[in-house]
């Protein structure tokens, strides 16, 4: 399981534990994919550099 399936799950049970409907599950669940999204969209792409230089 990857890093991000473990942080899904690890937030809809908490979010199940406190009683949060089902539908506001989905909403936090998908803030979070676009925070992400939005995140990677500002990050700055790696430049791969020559090793002989």
Do not use: C, W, Y
């Not at 990857?2 to 089902?22: D, F, H, Q, W």
């Not at 506001?24 to 992400?36: C, G, K, P």
């Amino acid at each position: 399981m990857s890093n991000l399936e473990m942080l899904v799950r690890r937030r809809i049970e908490e979010e199940r534990a406190k009683g949060t409907s089902p539908e506001r599950i989905t909403q936090l669940v998908q803030e979070l994919f676009n925070s992400m999204d939005a995140a990677q969209a500002n990050a700055p792409h790696a430049v791969s550099r020559d090793r002989n230089s």
